[in-house]
């Protein structure tokens, strides 16, 4: 089993982790010949959210090198705040005061590989740089790791859901998550709702507050559009129509932390069922991975 490659955007990297960090404390990874899948999937996670990702290798990594028994697939258990340790390492050594040294250093490559230190795997992160003076540096981190098993890997399985209800393009996640922090402090549940016509609504209402947030004009993606206009003239959906799915305030913050990565996001609602958010990064026409999220609805006795 063997995997090296350069690790050529840092940035990208540690902002997805930021990302999946705020679900659960530990990941895993499948590294593929082509793709980085990160999957969060803990059920003691708050609201029952799970992320699953799918990362072009060429958006993170170069000269990227992977071998096993396993269709030359690797899958791997880690802390998340171990792996955002490495990487803020490198982020932050360029132009940065090094503690050690006293002296701050361009970096110059970073490699990472699959190693093994006194019988325990680790991720090797081998940062090589230049000093201000010209002086070469070598840093090493390793973040320990678990190397699953063929037959654990094989029960990794996407949550099912149906087919979406509707398909919208959301508005900028930070300053939704700006009205939803705002939300939070009012009630546990929020009700996303949207319609073909662009309309899209965060809601709670509960005994003593009812509050509404509409966004009009979103862009109903052209998937959708197609799948509208191939069904018949009585099955197509009223534009006024919202659909609608309660779930945790909690959980939908912990995604709106992926603003730091995102530069487009569809949101799905399965009406009652739940809520399936994709995080594209980059353009979503020739995006560098996507992040998906799955919140699942929380249902109203009433």
């Known amino acids: 089993m063997r995997f090296r490659a350069g690790v050529e955007n840092v940035t990208t990297f540690f902002r997805i982790m930021q990302s999946v960090e705020k679900l659960q404390k530990k990941c895993t990874i499948k590294f593929t010949e082509d793709n980085m899948h990160i999957i969060c ?8 959210i799970q ?15 992977i071998q096993s028994n396993s269709n030359n697939e690797i899958t791997v258990n880690l802390s998340c705040e171990a792996l955002m340790g490495a990487l803020r390492s490198v982020s932050t050594s360029s132009g940065a005061s090094n503690s050690a040294s006293g002296s701050s250093y361009e970096t110059d490559e970073v490699i990472v590989k699959l190693a093994k230190k006194n019988d325990q ?14 002086r070469k540096v070598k840093i090493e981190h390793d973040v320990k790791i678990e190397v699953m098993k063929p037959t654990d890997v094989a029960k990794l399985r996407e949550p099912m859901c149906p087919e979406p209800d509707i398909h919208v393009l959301l508005p900028s996640l930070q300053k939704m998550r700006t009205i939803v922090e705002r939300l939070r402090t009012m009630s546990d ?7 073909h016509n662009g309309c899209l609504q965060l809601s ?56 730091v990565v995102s530069t487009t996001t569809i949101a799905c609602v399965c009406q009652n ?30």
């Not at 992320?51 to 090198?65: A, L, P, T």
């Not at 795997?121 to 010209?134: D, P, Q």
């Not at 549940?189 to 319609?195: K, P």
């Not at 959906?237 to 603003?259: R, T, Y």
Request: proline fraction near 3%.
């Open 273 to 302: 069922h739940c809520l399936i958010l994709y995080v594209y990064i980059g353009d979503a026409a020739d995006a560098g991975g996507v992040l998906t999220f799955y919140i699942p609805a929380i249902i109203d006795d009433e």
């Open 189 to 195: 549940i929020l009700a996303v709702r949207a319609s």
């Open 121 to 134: 795997a680790v991720l090797n992160f081998e940062i090589t740089g230049t000093t201000r003076a010209g």
């Open 51 to 65: 992320v699953w990702s799918q990362i072009k290798i060429d958006s993170i990594f170069n000269n990227y090198r």
């Open 204 to 259: 709670i209402n509960t005994e003593s507050v009812k509050v509404d947030t509409e966004w009009k004009n979103c862009n109903i993606p052209q998937m959708m559009k197609e799948g509208v206009s191939q069904d018949s003239a009585d099955d197509s959906p009223d534009p006024e129509q919202l659909f609608s799915v309660l779930v945790s305030v909690k959980s939908f913050l912990k995604f709106l932390s992926s603003h």
């Open 41 to 48: 999937n803990n059920d003691a996670n708050e609201g029952g």
